[in-house]
């Protein structure tokens, strides 16, 4: 499904202190994300209380159902996409063990989900692992 | 090293707070019981690594227990 066919739900805005996470719902080859949930964390330097999304969310062809903590603010302040994309390729990455994927930053600017390279390097070092157990 | 299946969950750091870590379910042949790691998700990318340490620690640990008399 490419991302233009895909119109989100009406859960265009969420959590408190309310942001958007229309793009967030975008399904993407690196992730899809299945529910989020409002939470709260204590900021280890200070101790504040900081409001965070726990977002759960599936890596398409992997087994496994995933979450990543992203805070409100990062919505208005950062790229929590990329987030999503930096986490599915550690989760790519750990299943690829013990085989190593090309370094994230050859995909990550610019990059709208996992890149096809990416994926072959994922898919090449699955086979190679599932050659070593048959063999 | 097949990595079986990662899931999540959180265990205490140093500091006595619990934090998410991924557990790595892996097997190494033709040893039979699986074989797991957690590795903290806050290390992002660096994980990877993490993992491999801790992967090959415990292994050689699990294969010198499979090689006892």
């Known amino acids: 499904m490419a991302d233009a066919d895909f119109v989100p739900s009406g859960a265009a805005i969420f959590g408190t202190p309310p942001v958007d996470v229309t793009a967030l719902y975008v399904p993407t080859p690196a992730y899809v994300v299945r529910s989020l949930s409002q939470e709260e964390r204590r900021r280890p330097t200070d101790g504040a209380i900081v409001p965070t999304i726990r977002v759960t969310f599936t890596v398409p062809g992997l087994p496994g159902v995933f979450s990543i903590i992203i805070d409100n603010y990062a919505f208005t302040h950062a790229d929590p996409l990329f987030y999503m994309r930096e986490r599915s390729y550690v989760i790519h990455g750990l299943y690829a063990l013990p085989a190593q994927l090309p370094p994230y930053e050859e995909y990550a600017p610019g990059d709208t989900g996992v890149s096809a390279a990416l994926l072959d390097a994922a898919e090449d070092a699955s086979l190679a692992a599932l050659g070593g157990v048959l063999g | 090293m097949p990595v079986n299946v990662i899931s999540e969950g959180q265990q205490p750091n140093a500091a006595g707070d619990f934090i998410d870590v991924y557990q790595i379910s892996y097997t190494v042949p033709p040893n039979p019981a699986p074989l797991t790691v957690n590795i903290p998700k806050s290390a992002g990318t660096q994980a990877l690594q993490?993992?491999?340490?801790?992967?090959?620690?415990?292994?050689?640990?699990?294969e010198g227990v499979y090689a006892l008399p």
């Open chain 2, 50 to 62: 993490d993992a491999i340490a801790a992967i090959n620690e415990l292994t050689a640990f699990v």
